[in-house]
């Protein structure tokens, strides 16, 4: 079993900037594609970005692009660069997990291609 820890959320003003940080607990953290998704109130959790198994392709939704980075390091660590933050990317953040071999961008947008989930980090974003 995997465990997942968000952390890095926070209460900040339009045009901040926010790194979020996910902390994976297993040593095989380095075969998993990595997710971020969102989820605001009353809205339904929606996809963010998504980095493959070794860093080598990143996927990320039009509303972010250009403006989100997703990155990881080769231990157990995932992390999303969040700059020109807007109000309406307020929402609990969420790191995932997809221990599929298969990572395209087709499958790594989809909620039900991970297997694992963090508990979520609030963001915040005034205007």
């Known amino acids: 079993q995997v465990k997942l820890v968000e952390s890095g959320g926070g209460l900040v003003e339009a045009g901040d900037s926010l790194r979020l940080s996910c902390a994976a607990s297993?040593?095989?953290?380095?075969?998993?594609?990595m997710g971020w998704f969102r989820q605001a109130p009353g809205k339904e959790r929606e996809f963010v970005a998504t980095i493959t198994y070794n860093g080598g392709s990143a996927y990320y939704a039009d509303s972010v692009k250009g403006r989100f980075i997703i990155s990881r390091d080769n231990r157990n660590m995932v992390y999303l660069q969040m700059n020109s933050l807007k109000p309406e990317d307020t929402a609990v953040y969420y790191c995932a997990a997809d221990r599929s071999p298969l990572q395209i961008a087709q499958t790594l947008s989809m909620m039900a291609s991970y297997d694992y989930w963090g508990q979520g980090t609030q963001v915040t974003v005034s205007s």
């Open positions: 297993e040593r095989t953290f380095g075969s998993y594609a």
